[in-house]
């Protein structure tokens, strides 16, 4: 892309040279903290050892708790649906995980993040497996992502209602201010996404497109925003994208025309062949929505985890001074997430429309 | 593991949340933009083919101004041409006609002149034989006015008769 | 142990996506370089190949993730 000349530069190269030699010290003294901290952690535990990865799972983890700054930190309501009915209650009743909270029919426990049913021998049954035991509980609650994803809601709402009024307002005239900046996303998304890969049916499905680019799209730079408004990985939880991808699984499926079904059960080769061939298409029909699914999670949260490393050496090595090598990457990253925030949404919109487009095309033998 | 695991609370927010705003915002945001994006589009297209239009319009009308011309001009010329053989042909027939009246005014005066002349011939005529007459008879008194002459000439006439 | 041997495999995939999408990014700038008129179209099939490259990849990486913990 554009970046090349930055490497370029000599501040750079030498900064990168640096962080490279560190990188190589660190291991060692950090090899050498890890056993002290062996050594030191049956004395003291207020100076625990800094542990990156849990931090980094934490952080690119769904939460019952939104932390603000600081210690405080606002708790999400938490709802169960279990055997028994449904149980609404504050998180702030487990107290960051250090207490039990005795519900109405079960006493829970929060463990990294998930809620436990404590059982009556304090064994610990996960709502998961909960779930496929006996059906107690069914985790419902409204997390760090649920309001996170509403926010953007409200977000996209206010900007395409507000963009939509202005269409009705100023009917045939040139575009303003926020209409302008969003027509010729849209014309994109329309000329260069839909029409070149849908084909002539394209504006049945340009709502869809629509929603599903701007919604990853906001998503994904809300996500890059450390602090308050941002601060939850939506776009790179498994659930959301699974969500999005199956929604195109189903549109692809629902549209898909007498000539789509026939290339999947009635392909060009000799019927001997089918039963190979039926298996192969069935895994084909989900492996096409499972990529999405997989590319649009992978590429936010390696993002997410790339930044949060960085910012991580600052703790690993306790030293403020790799803060000069480790921010400027950070800086780096972020502008790069950027670009990946559109192209992932972009690519997302674009392989729907290509797989809509491969299901609804016209064969002519 | 649990990473890649969706939850399942998470999955249910984000199916109703996103149906929800699929639902609004197609009916509410996209519906209304793309049907103006659409319309302003179509009314570009509509403009430029209607000056498409007009340029050939324009064109045709210029065409057939001057054609109209060239036609005005070609009758203006046949017309012209036609006045000028007419005239020429009223021209030549009215001399003809002034001919041929010419010539029959000078045959009836010719007529007429010969009439008069020989009117006039026939008094001269009428008039000399008088005057002969009158001579005649001034001129035998003369000579008979003497006895011996006529006996003379008696005799004389009687001399040629020869019986 | 197992998350030391997931990070190698993601490694190991991150070795096969940097030299497809380096492929990818090579020929995209030949083709650019060829026909610079067409550079937009070439740039939009390259980011596409480069993104599906890319999924190859994080395969691997989401595999690695399964080791976690």
Redesign the interface.
């Known amino acids: 892309m554009y970046f090349s000349h930055i490497l370029k530069s000599k501040k750079i190269a030498l900064s990168l040279v640096l962080g490279v030699f560190l990188t190589f010290c660190t291991c060692k003294t950090f090899a050498i903290q890890h056993e002290e901290g062996h050594n030191e952690a049956a004395k003291t535990e207020t100076e625990k050892e800094f542990n990156p990865s849990e931090v980094i799972l934490e952080h690119i983890a769904d939460s019952h708790m939104w932390h603000l700054w600081g210690h405080t930190s606002v708790a999400l309501p938490v709802i169960l649906y279990t055997d028994k009915g449904l149980e609404t209650f504050s998180a702030d009743k487990f107290e960051h995980g250090h207490a039990d909270h005795a519900g109405k029919y079960y006493t829970y426990r929060l463990v990294k993040d998930k809620v436990h049913i404590v059982a009556e021998n304090d064994t610990l049954l996960s709502a998961a497996t909960v779930l496929k035991l006996n059906k107690k509980l069914i985790d419902l609650s409204i997390t760090r992502n649920v309001v996170s994803m509403w926010m953007s809601m409200i977000l996209l709402l206010i900007i395409f209602l507000s963009v939509s009024a202005a269409y009705k307002k100023r009917e045939g005239k040139a575009p303003k201010g926020l209409q302008s900046f969003m027509e010729p996303i849209i014309m994109f998304v329309r000329d260069d996404i839909a029409r070149p890969n849908i084909g002539y049916k394209y504006q049945r499905f340009m709502p869809l497109l629509l929603t599903i680019f701007f919604f990853i799209w906001i998503n994904n730079l809300i996500g890059l925003v450390p602090f308050f408004p941002g601060g939850a990985n939506l776009t790179g939880n498994i659930a959301v994208t699974f969500v999005l991808a199956f929604i195109t699984l189903i549109i692809v499926n629902v549209n898909g025309n007498k000539y789509y079904w026939k290339h999947i059960f009635a392909p060009d080769v000799p019927v001997w062949l089918y039963p190979i061939m039926w298996p192969v298409e069935l895994v084909g029909i989900i492996s096409k929505p499972f990529a999405l699914m997989i590319r649009l999670f992978a590429n936010i949260t390696a993002g997410h985890i790339i930044v949060l490393s960085l910012i991580s050496l600052i703790f690993v090595f306790k030293s403020a001074y790799v803060s000069v090598v480790s921010v400027p990457f950070v800086v780096f990253m972020d502008v790069l997430e950027l670009l990946v925030a559109a192209l992932q949404a972009f690519i997302f919109t674009l392989l729907t429309a290509l797989f809509i487009g491969t299901a609804i095309e016209e064969h002519h033998h | 593991m649990e990473l890649v695991t969706p939850e399942i609370g998470l999955v249910f927010w984000t199916t109703v949340s996103f149906l929800i705003l699929f639902f609004l915002l197609a009916k509410f945001a996209w519906k209304p933009i793309m049907g103006a994006i659409d319309d302003r589009e179509r009314s570009i297209e509509d403009a430029l083919l209607k000056a498409a239009a007009a340029k050939d319009e324009m064109a045709r009308l210029t065409n057939e101004n001057e054609s109209l011309l060239k036609d005005a001009r070609a009758e203006r010329d046949l017309i012209l041409l036609e006045a000028r053989k007419l005239k020429d042909h009223i021209v030549s027939e009215a001399k003809e006609a002034a001919q041929k009246e010419g010539a029959r005014q000078i045959e009836l005066a010719r007529i007429e002149i010969n009439n008069q002349k020989n009117i006039a011939m026939a008094d001269v005529k009428n008039q000399v034989s008088a005057l002969s007459i009158e001579i005649a008879e001034k001129i035998l008194r003369k000579q008979f006015e003497d006895q011996g002459k006529q006996d003379a000439l008696v005799a004389d006439l009687l001399k040629e008769v020869k019986l | 142990m197992i ?1 030391s041997i997931a990070a190698l495999g993601a490694g190991l995939a991150v070795i096969g996506a940097g030299i497809g999408i380096g492929q990818v990014g090579g020929k995209a700038m030949e083709g650019i370089a060829r026909q610079p008129d067409a550079a937009s179209k070439i740039q ?1 099939a390259m ?2 190949a480069a ?1 599906l490259i ?2 190859a990849a ?2 691997g ?2 595999v690695s ?5």
């Open positions: 998350g939009t980011i596409i993104a890319e999924g994080l395969f990486v989401v993730f399964l080791g976690l913990r």
